[in-house]
């Protein structure tokens, strides 16, 4: 056996953001232009267009409060894992993929939210390996506290053995279960949070919103941020050019946009992060 101290290896992340989308389309553009010699001038403004849109995200990235260390472990461990062979193993109940943390922007806006609003008890549906929990329980108060529901046990551990590791990690309870369930028990035991964070099925986010506004669960006054409410483009996109994610996101956005009950922003950041105050 040769036993070697390289990196298990990680592969890059594919595109899942309009932007990120944006900037591979404009790289094939620009190589495209190069090989078939097209005009001076239409080659630097193809180069600018470029330049304009890859910089942007590694420029947030330098300017914004860097990662805690177990926020940076969180995320290196998640793209060390080969997520295809532990479903191919039968380890994971569902199809993951590191695509799938949220990361250093949303996870530093998300802290700031929760800094910003006082918030103390939190839901978060979807939680993965638990970077969006990790960087909202860090803005907790020693008695604030963070209820994640996540469906897969295997990716539910994977959290857990990092959160152990932070000393904010004890903020966080983790609900193994669909989150249908989990959320219908909250409310029969009469729990209620002051922020949600919805980030699971894109299918089943019409039913989340129902529960946390009829149920009781959201307080009034309360806030539901959305994640991946741009669905890469595909919410404003053609209809045609929709999946069935893109068609649930597309209509999650009309029913809160016709929500009189509600006041909410849609921000451009990342896949799209919806921020919603319950009136
Ligand atoms: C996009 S990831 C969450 C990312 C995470 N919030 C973060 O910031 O890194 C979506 C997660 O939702 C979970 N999920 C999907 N359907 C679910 C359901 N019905 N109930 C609970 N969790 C679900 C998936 O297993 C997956 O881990």
Request: net charge negative.
């Amino acid at each position: 056996m040769t036993i070697t101290n390289e990196k298990p290896t990680q592969k890059t992340a594919r595109p899942v953001t309009p932007l990120g989308i944006l900037v591979e389309k404009l790289e094939g553009i620009v190589e495209q232009a190069k090989q078939e010699g097209v005009s001076e001038n239409l080659q630097s403004a193809i180069d600018a267009a470029f330049q304009l849109g890859s910089g942007l995200d590694p420029y947030l990235d330098q300017v914004t409060t860097s990662e805690s260390e177990a926020l940076a472990n969180l995320d290196r461990k998640t793209r060390e894992e080969d997520w295809s062979k532990c479903f191919s193993d039968g380890e994971t109940v569902r199809k993951l993929e590191q695509e799938m943390l949220s990361g250093h922007i949303e996870g530093q806006t998300l802290k700031m939210f929760v800094h910003m609003t006082k918030a103390k008890r939190i839901l978060e549906i979807g939680m993965f390996t638990g970077y969006s929990a990790l960087a909202m329980a860090e803005a907790l108060p020693e008695d604030g506290k963070i209820i994640a529901c996540e469906v897969d046990p295997y990716t539910a551990q994977f959290g857990r053995d990092c959160f152990d590791v932070s000393p904010h990690g004890n903020k966080i309870t983790i609900l193994v279960d669909p989150a249908l369930e989990s959320m219908k028990k909250l409310a029969s035991e009469g729990e209620t949070f002051q922020l949600a964070f919805i980030d699971a099925d894109k299918t089943g986010y019409k039913d989340y919103y129902r529960l946390l506004m009829d149920e009781g669960l959201l307080e009034s006054g309360g806030y539901i941020f959305v994640d991946n409410t741009l669905l890469q483009g595909q919410a404003y996109l053609p209809p045609q050019q929709r999946n069935e994610n893109g068609e649930a996101i597309a209509q999650f956005n009309q029913m809160i946009a016709d929500d009189p009950r509600v006041e909410q922003v849609l921000l451009p950041l990342r896949d799209g992060l919806t921020m919603i105050r319950k009136l």
